[in-house]
């Protein structure tokens, strides 16, 4: 019996130990720093003001979302922790509203539940601030988010692009062929083309190699050379040492179709804007010019705002393309469009679907506002909202909405969406009689659309709702380039659907 006393007591007391070992592993100090870098950033940015204390409470909630035996309870001067229905700890709430005294404050009460919660433990200290985040930003709006360490790692890397040559490659019939080259690239700098072969890769055979394999042996450190053997498509083969740089994954996907120049543009990165205008400025300069142009963002989610205004000014003369507003003094401009206009006399359509957003939007609402273009396809998602990046000190990236988007005759994007000229969302009889009446000069959709773009902020979710409905949202059909085939081929229908010019 004494021994079994013994090793109780020794169970015990090393259990103690193991709590307190874990309860000192957890970094009370990391968990201050990054709260209070983010309640710093937050604060000022955010759409509607919410005082620190609200926005530290929210994040604290966290701790309930991984363990529901956990409650934070505000009274009067205090913030209580308790488990169940045990008080574990009480301490004074900060004199103030100084996000440092609340970060510390947040991270206190974390740390007391660290010994007692199961789940908290397992979620660790990321899991911890994790939950911190989504419990706050659910409060706040839809895009607004906290994106952790590895991620936001992996999301900068693919944001700046990767070292390399610019260059995709396959495999046929044992020879590695060059699939893709991104514009102005080192590979495109250089001659390479689709469809020629690559021989070599600093004096090593490709012949047999997995793709895989070559594609890493393209790529390198930043500024480091490569030597490359390739054989062009007239039969000659040629050397040359290329330097690897940054390269963004290409975006504008450029394909002529008898007189019509269709882009697919994929998102919005740091080289969209400027490949669009490549890409026009190719099909311009052969010797048989295009009837139209087709910028095709079906299923297009976005990306970077500058590069959409870019985009849109390439097709605009001097004006407006686009407001934003917020509280921050930063976050609020006025995006115009210069002198200078790609493409003039060329009849441009846009095709949109249930899933084209944020960036493809600002561009879409830009180009039909000030007549310009025919938008075609179906409501948008309605994504307006604009986002500020933060590094946070643990390596993680906070995205904070500070903005939202005015089109240029002033309706929101958000929860409105684009409301396309020419519908095809309701069915190809319906798309049938559209068109047609458009022959005659009647637009059926007018009433619709000058509805929309008449709306100001706020708009309710039941006015967006009946905005939306003429023309609800859907996923892109083979009807969408089909009927920009139409409007191109006949000029009465096109002028018919667009919006009368704005002025400047």
């Not at 003001?49 to 309930?64: A, D, E, I, K």
């Not at 080192?186 to 895989?212: V, W, Y």
């Not at 297009?300 to 917020?326: C, H, K, M, W, Y």
């Amino acid at each position: 019996m004494i021994r079994i006393g013994i090793i109780l007591v020794l169970f015990v007391v090393a259990r103690a130990q193991a709590q307190t070992l874990t309860a000192s592993g957890f970094d009370q100090d990391r968990l201050t720093t990054v709260y209070s870098e983010a309640l710093i950033f937050i604060a000022p940015r955010i759409l509607a003001p919410v005082p620190v204390p609200q926005l530290t409470v929210w994040g604290l909630q966290g701790l309930t979302a991984l363990d529901a035996n956990l409650r934070i309870v505000t009274k009067e001067t205090q913030l209580q922790l308790f488990r169940q229905t045990q008080m574990l700890l009480e301490v004074p709430i900060p004199k103030d509203d100084a996000p440092a005294a609340w970060a510390r404050t947040a991270a206190v009460l974390t740390a007391a539940s660290f010994p007692v919660s199961a789940p908290v433990r397992h979620a660790g200290a990321q899991g911890v601030i994790q939950g911190f985040f989504d419990e706050m930003f659910s409060r706040l709006d839809p895009y607004s988010r906290y994106v952790p360490p590895m991620q936001a790692g992996e999301d900068r890397a693919r944001r700046a692009g990767r070292a390399g040559l610019g260059l995709t490659v396959g495999q046929r019939s044992g020879i590695i062929e060059v699939k893709s080259v991104i514009r102005d690239s080192p590979g495109a700098i250089a001659g390479i083309r689709p469809g020629d072969i690559l021989a070599a890769i600093d004096e090593q055979r490709t012949q047999d190699q997995d793709p895989s394999t070559i594609g890493a042996l393209l790529s390198g450190p930043e500024g480091s050379a490569v030597l490359l053997s390739w054989r062009g498509r007239d039969g000659r083969t040629r050397d040359a040492r290329l330097v690897r740089v940054m390269v963004s994954p290409e975006t504008v996907f450029a394909q002529r179709t008898a007189d019509v120049l269709v882009l697919r543009i994929t998102s919005f990165s740091n080289t969209t804007a400027s490949h669009i205008a490549l890409s026009v400025q190719d099909a311009l300069a052969e010797p048989r010019p295009v009837d139209g142009i087709v910028l095709d963002l079906r299923d297009n989610r976005g990306g970077l705002l500058r590069q959409a205004v870019t985009a849109a000014d390439s097709f605009l003369p001097e004006g407006l393309v686009a407001t934003t507003i917020g509280r921050d003094p930063d976050s609020m401009n006025v995006w115009r469009s210069t002198e200078g206009e790609l493409a003039e006399n060329v009849p441009l359509i846009i095709l949109v679907d249930g899933r084209t957003a944020s960036a493809s939007e600002i561009l879409a609402a830009a180009l039909a506002d000030r007549g310009r273009a025919v938008v075609v396809g179906s409501a948008t998602v309605g994504k307006g909202m604009v986002q500020t990046i933060d590094p946070l000190p643990d390596g993680g990236e906070l995205f904070v909405t500070w903005s939202q988007t005015l089109a240029p005759l002033g309706w929101p994007i958000q929860g409105l969406g684009v409301l396309p000229q020419v519908c095809t969302s309701l069915g190809q009889d319906a798309l049938n009689r559209q068109l047609a009446s458009l022959s005659t000069g009647f637009q059926p959709m007018a009433a619709a659309i000058k509805h929309s773009r008449a709306v100001r902020i706020p708009v309710k979710a039941t006015e967006a709702l009946e905005i939306r409905a003429p023309c609800p949202a859907a996923e892109g059909r083979n009807a969408d380039l089909e009927a920009a085939r139409l409007l191109i081929s006949n000029p009465a229908a096109y002028a018919a659907a667009l919006l009368p010019p704005m002025g400047r």
